[in-house]
């Protein structure tokens, strides 16, 4: 089964057995982002929209938010979740990878989402050329560490494509040309955020 079939098939159960991504935690994620009033926000992998209420709360009724992911179902149930959120969300279908992603942002966040990426350096460098804003940051978050995520991915992923501490990861995206720092590490969070 390949990867889009594989969240398809999910989507309806996911919100059923996702447990890291509590209000609190997310709340604690997005307060490291600094994401402010009437500002772009752009999700990436967007999944069944677990951040997008929250989102919405920081950048109010006069900011934006594109939710992207290359799941139909995933997007459905995301849309059926906060077919009532303000400001209601653009979804788009796409596979952020491969296809063109409409407009600047100030803040592209990939939530869960980079040990998915298949070229991860040549798709930050797209996001970063065509879609970050003056001052932007592209943020790679997770509400755990690397151990949990890579438990989940062994058995699909070789070793060299698990996913990296935060440190790690920082320093192969600098060494890469990006302004990556660490923002929080731990068993809890893992944040690194990519500055223009």
């Known amino acids: 089964m390949d990867e889009r079939s594989f969240f398809d ?33 752009l999700d990436l992998g967007t999944g069944t929209g677990v951040l997008l209420p929250y989102i919405a709360e920081k950048i109010g009724k006069q900011g934006k938010i594109t939710a992207v992911d290359f799941s139909v179902g995933m997007l459905e149930r995301a849309r059926e979740k906060f077919n009532r959120l303000e400001p209601f969300p653009e979804f788009l279908n796409k596979d952020f990878e491969k296809e063109k992603i409409p407009g600047t942002y100030d803040h592209i966040l990939l939530y869960s989402v980079y040990p998915h990426l298949q070229q991860p350096i040549a798709t930050l460098n797209k996001l970063y050329r065509e879609n ?13 560490g690397p151990d949990f995520i890579n438990n989940i991915h062994k058995e699909r992923h070789s070793e060299s494509e698990l ?23 731990s068993k809890e969070i893992y944040l690194i955020k990519i500055k223009r």
């Open 132 to 144: 970050l804003k003056v001052n932007g940051d592209i943020i790679i978050a997770f509400p755990c």
């Open 9 to 41: 098939e999910l989507s309806s159960t996911w919100d059923d057995n996702e447990i890291l991504s509590t209000p609190e935690k997310i709340r604690e994620i997005l307060s490291f982002i600094e994401i402010q009033k009437n500002e772009d926000v």
């Open 163 to 185: 996913l990296p501490s935060a440190t790690k990861l920082a320093s192969i995206l600098s060494q890469a040309g990006f302004k990556a720092e660490v923002i929080a590490e």
